[in-house]
Every structure is written in structure tokens, then in C-alpha cells.
């Protein structure tokens, strides 16, 4: 079992930066794959971006923008979100496929003022 803790979300203005973080409650060296997924106001919640092993993946929504990242030292794995659209607001939501099975966060708001 994994417990998955995110925070950094916030209020910012378009064009600022945020990073996400995502602490989990055991060592993430071997989770695969670890992704940020994203659900706006009225509408499905969505990939973001994921790593697994050494590859990555991107949303085009957020290609040369946003990355994702993992610290296993530390546990946890960060989204660093550059130039920042109000159309990126939504909560975010950390994600960890594990023993074959999905484990969430619980959530964290960024609100993108324009």
C-alpha cells in the first residue's frame, strides 16, 4: 500500500511558475510508473505527465512547459510548472501504479489568475 501526499499548489498569476510536490509513504524506487493527472472545474480528470523507469510523457496541453520529475532519496516525485495559462487551473492530483494497483493523492488546487 502507498499513501501519496501533494502539495504546492496555489494562486498564481499567467506566466508564473508552481512546483508540485508528491511525498509517498514508502520508497518509490521501484514504482512505475508515478504520473500527475489534473481534473478543471466541470470537466474529467486527465493526464498530465508520467515517468516510468527513465522515460517521461507529456499531455500536448503541456509539452515544453511543464516537467516531471522524482527524487528517490526523498521519496517524491515533482511536476514544475512554467509559464502557467488560466486554463491550467485545476486540482492536481499525484498517481502511483503499485502492486498492479492505482493509489491517488488527495488532490492539491492551482488557480491561474489571468
Known amino acids: 500500500q502507498v499513501q501519496l501526499v501533494e502539495s504546492g499548489g496555489g494562486l498564481v498569476q499567467a506566466g508564473g511558475s508552481l512546483r508540485l510536490s508528491c511525498l509517498a509513504s514508502?520508497?518509490?524506487?521501484?514504482?512505475?510508473?508515478m504520473a500527475w493527472y489534473r481534473q478543471p472545474p466541470g470537466k474529467q480528470r486527465e493526464l498530465v505527465a508520467s515517468?516510468?523507469?527513465?522515460?517521461?510523457n507529456y499531455a500536448d496541453s503541456v509539452k515544453g512547459r511543464f516537467t516531471i520529475s522524482r527524487d528517490n532519496a526523498k521519496n517524491t516525485v515533482y511536476l514544475q510548472m512554467n509559464s502557467l495559462k488560466p486554463e491550467d487551473t485545476a486540482v492536481y492530483y499525484c498517481n502511483a501504479v503499485y502492486g498492479f494497483r492505482p493509489y491517488w493523492g488527495q488532490g492539491t488546487q492551482v488557480t491561474v489568475s489571468s
Open positions: 514508502r520508497t518509490i524506487f521501484s514504482i512505475n510508473p
Open positions: 515517468m516510468s523507469g527513465g522515460s517521461t
